[in-house]
């Protein structure tokens, strides 16, 4: 079960971009999905849609270690109104299958699922 | 002068975190901020309070480079609401300065100003 401050930061308004974070031949990359775009499945991934996503698919075939930072302005932290989590883990794309038909049917743009698997979730404010 | 369209990401509500990225020894590193804590100078560097940061301070020390996303869901993207920024520059950390003066008169509890110089900013969404 994932943590329940981040599965609210995930689904309380308003919608925060997520960043995700991989590692490029020439320095880190990083691309945008929203808080609203996430899924969680039943075995705790987090799934996104992929519309483009190609530099982030070709780094993960290379190195599938991934950091994500999740926010919420209006969720309480530790001390203030607002907070976020940096979650760690290994990604990969699907095309076809489970990850890739739930997001699918939700986001019928989408190429293919970004899916998460969770390593740690750290709430950082 | 900055892009109108990033300014604006910048000041609108609601708050979004803004994700900063620099190359760490063992892959890439990502810390947050606040929209609403960027402090835009005359000569169009982007300044954010450091509050602890030192990962990220060790990391541009090595390598200066540093992208950042900006986002906010209320502003009219290219088609639909809500846009982003990929901001790509050098940073320096100040603890003394005119970019220092700026971040601590409005953060008081800032021990430096992370101040990062634009290459470019492209929209994102």
Known sequence: MLDKKLLEVLTSPPDAAVAIVTQGKDGPHVVNSWNSYAQITEDD???FPAGRMNETEQ???ADNRVK???SNREVQGKSIK???FLVIG???FAAEGADYDTIKAKFPWARAALA???ESAEQTL
Do not use: S
Request: charged content about 15%.
């Open 82 to 84: 607002g907070t976020g």
């Open 45 to 47: 991934k987090i799934l």
């Open 116 to 118: 998460i698997k969770v």
């Open 59 to 61: 780094n993960i075939q």
């Open 90 to 92: 290994t990604a990969e």
């Open 68 to 70: 994500i930072t999740i």
